[in-house]
Nanobody, 126 residues
Framework: QVQLVESGGGLVQPGGSLRLSCAASGFTLDYYAIGWFRQAPGKEREGVSCITNREGSTEYADSVKGRFTISRDNAKNTVYLQMNSLKPEDTAVYYC???????????????????WGQGTQVTVSS
């Protein structure tokens, strides 16, 4: 059974950093493309970053470029999202998602993924 569990969320001041983890069970993560998404209250779920399975290509939403970094640790079957220089507008529930075949041009689209975690809350506030 494919299962994804996010962790690492919390309350942080503006300008601070957090590292989110997406741990997989029931499947080998490096065979899957992984996307990070977020959903703020009253807003649509949006793609933040993604990494493809074969080439390990990465993509970022314009709003997080230069601040967020996605990475994969195949030995731990985990994908990370390092978030630096956090802003109040980054406040949201963050989700990771997995799918076997996702091309880089569409990997920020939520419709590309079938498997989702339960999410972790990130709050950026002073």
């Amino acid at each position: 059974q494919v299962q994804l569990v996010e962790s690492g969320g919390g309350l942080v001041q503006p300008g601070g950093s957090l590292r989110l983890s997406c741990a997989a069970s029931g499947f080998t993560l490096d065979y899957y493309a992984i996307g990070w998404f977020r959903q703020a209250p009253g807003k649509e779920r949006e793609g933040v970053s993604c990494i493809t399975n074969r080439e390990g290509s990465t993509e970022y939403a314009d709003s997080v470029k230069g601040r967020f970094t996605i990475s994969r640790d195949n030995a731990k079957n985990t994908v990370y999202l390092q978030m630096n220089s956090l802003k109040p507008e980054d406040t949201a529930v963050y989700y990771c998602a997995a799918e076997t075949i996702v091309v880089i041009t569409t990997c920020l689209g939520r419709e590309a993924y079938d498997y989702w975690g339960q999410g972790t809350q990130v709050t950026v506030s002073s």
